[in-house]
């Protein structure tokens, strides 16, 4: 399963005009790999998880997501598709304080559908996937920016997402926290087979995704491989 963008136009209101944030942008990322996207701030690299996310829908262009096609759904089926097959890693954790970090990811389970029984394991595993085993019972004030980020993804992958998503998750770590976290993704990518989308301002992360993308002005470019 694959995310495919194709022609992808997606324009803001800007006063009497608007603002282009994505120009035909077109993107296909396979099963099991991971593109990163890197381009300055304001290039579009956030409207363009949106639109993949089918949080925002694009002017025009295709939008595929594990074999469906986005564009054409009901905001219910998109918040369907959404539920069972997309994952997204906002910038920001945005964790609640009062929960414990396994309750973090549990409680994703509500909006999954999956039973309150199965959603504690499921958690823990999630948990211990992205190296957090003995932090499960820890508040968000007792973990470090790095330890946050990882409760985040486990957050995201909850629903076995087919399709992740992820923006800027290393713009608040130093270098090395930022570079495990990049891994972390390059092997959840593999062993999960989801296709992920890692957009970030950083060039110097990149240089172990599959494919390296460069974004300017809502246009996409191949290649900007700094290694
Ligand atoms: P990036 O994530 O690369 O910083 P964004 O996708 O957030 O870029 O923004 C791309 C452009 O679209 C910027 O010029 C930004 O100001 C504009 N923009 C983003 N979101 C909105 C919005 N909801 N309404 C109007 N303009 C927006
Ligand atoms: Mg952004």
Redesign the pocket.
Known sequence: MTLTLTDVTLT???GDAR?T??DRVSLEVPAGTLTAVV????????????VAATL?APDRGRVVVAGTETTGLSRAEQAALRRERIGVVFQQPNLLPSLTAVEQVQVMAHLSGIRPRAARGRAEELLDAVGLSGQADRRPHQLSGGQRQRVNIARALMNEPAVLLV??PTSALDHERGAAVLGLLLALTRERATATVL?T?DRTHPDRADTTVT?ED?RLTAGGRTA
């Open positions: 803001y209101p800007d603002l944030a994505l381009g300055p701030s304001g290039s579009g690299k956030s409207s363009l998880l949106a925002v923006d800027e957009v301002h974004m809502g």
